[in-house]
Each structure stands twice: as structure tokens, then as C-alpha cells.
């Protein structure tokens, strides 16, 4: 196969990638890897969204791939917790910590993240921190490490992403509206035209109309 599809394929996967950071370990060069079980260290990959991370507006930590956020496996055990994924609403908040640079824990108690072979985990460690770097893309699409602390770009950046409960009743009942408008329109060309009764099954409920509109609006399947 032509080498240049190859370059194609993989500048796109590269152009393609969000506004999302990895989050490296600033020893060992690697990368936290999550799965829908636990999270993990492993290799850096730009392309895998697995391993793209962004803050959100309330200091949590959300995999772009799933949504959801880092949290602990087990918040009431007194030893280290493994970490895992969840909704984001449930999830813990994460800071950044003085005591040294890249230094990142628990925002409500100091726990702090670290590597234990190829698991990431949080442990109440005062004697040997990791610490934590932002891997990314930087403005000439080259890699770049940068500070793992949120900024107040992150912050606004992701407000932005998530509409207020005021809004979403807005867009519930647009789409509902819309659906409705729909199924009368419908109707009524069928009527006017005369259908037979075998196609009068293609219309049924505002509610099927409504995932009809879903899909030519978000492109749902």
C-alpha cells in the first residue's frame, strides 16, 4: 500500500486530536492509560483518546474517551487506592500541591498520585513524590511538556462544554417541539397524498419522531 497513506492516515490522527492532555509521569516518561476497570502507566500515545485527559471547570479530571472521571477505587480504605473511572457528578476533585513541582493529589485530603508498576494510585506518601507533567501538542503541533496544574483557560475552556440545567430544558423541549412538528407534518402529507396503509406503519408516535430528529440534529444512531 502507497507509504503516503500511511503518513495521511496518521497526520490526521494527529490533527484530529482534541484539546486534551496526557498526564506523565516526569521520571519515567510514561502516561496514564485508563480502561473501563482501572487506570494504569504506560506508554505515551498522542492518539489514543484512552489516555486524553482534560480539567474540568469543578477541578476534576475527565477522560475525554468516556466522559467520566478519576476517582478512587476504594475512597475509605486507609492504605493506597487504586483509581478508576465514574461520573463525573460522584467523582473526587484533584489539586496541584506546593511541596513540589508536578506534585498532584486529592484536593480534600493529601493524597497524592503516584506509580506502582504498571498501576497508577494515590497514597498518603511525605517521603517520595512523583511527579506529574501535561503532555501535549503545542501551537506548532509539536509535543510539549507543560506544568500538569490546571489553568483559568481550562477552567473557561470546559464551561463552555457544559450547558446549565436551564439550558438543557431548553434544547429537551425544542427537540420536542420539533419532534411533534414532525409527526403532524407527516401526517398531514400523507393524508394529502393519499398513502396506502402499508406505509401509514413509517408513522407512529411523536416519541419515534423524536429519536428521528436526535438523529439528523447529533447525528445519533
Known amino acids: 500500500m502507497d507509504i503516503r497513506f500511511f503518513i495521511l492516515a496518521f497526520t490526521h490522527a494527529i490533527l484530529s486530536l482534541s484539546d486534551g492532555f496526557l498526564i ?24 489514543n483518546r484512552w489516555q486524553q ?8 479530571l475527565r477522560l475525554l474517551q468516556q466522559g467520566q472521571c478519576l476517582t478512587l477505587v476504594n475512597p475509605t480504605s486507609l492504605h493506597f487506592h487504586t483509581l478508576t473511572l465514574q461520573d463525573c457528578a460522584g467523582a473526587l476533585r484533584w489539586k496541584c500541591y506546593d511541596d513540589q513541582p508536578g506534585l498532584l493529589g486529592l484536593a ?25 507533567l501535561r503532555y501535549q501538542l503545542g501551537e506548532n503541533r509539536k509535543p510539549v511538556t ?45 393524508m394529502n397524498k393519499n398513502l396506502s396503509s402499508n406505509n401509514e406503519q ?3 408516535s411523536p416519541a419515534m419522531w423524536t429519536e428521528y430528529t436526535q438523529q439528523l440534529v447529533y447525528g445519533r444512531k
Open 24 to 47: 506523565m509521569h516526569d521520571r519515567k516518561q510514561q502516561c496514564l492509560l485508563a480502561n473501563s476497570v482501572k487506570v494504569l502507566v504506560g506508554t505515551c500515545n498522542m492518539t
Open 53 to 60: 485527559w482534560e480539567w474540568t471547570e469543578q477541578g476534576k
Open 108 to 132: 480534600h485530603q493529601k493524597m497524592y498520585l503516584k506509580k506502582m508498576g504498571y498501576l497508577a494510585i494515590v497514597k498518603a506518601e511525605t517521603k517520595y513524590y512523583d511527579s506529574w
Open 146 to 190: 507543560l506544568s500538569i496544574c490546571p489553568t483559568q483557560e481550562d477552567y473557561q475552556a470546559n464551561a463552555l462544554k457544559e450547558d446549565p440545567p436551564s439550558i438543557q430544558r431548553k434544547k429537551a423541549r425544542w427537540q420536542d417541539n420539533v419532534a411533534i412538528i414532525s409527526y403532524v407534518s407527516i401526517k398531514v402529507f400523507k
Open 202 to 204: 413509517d408513522v407512529k
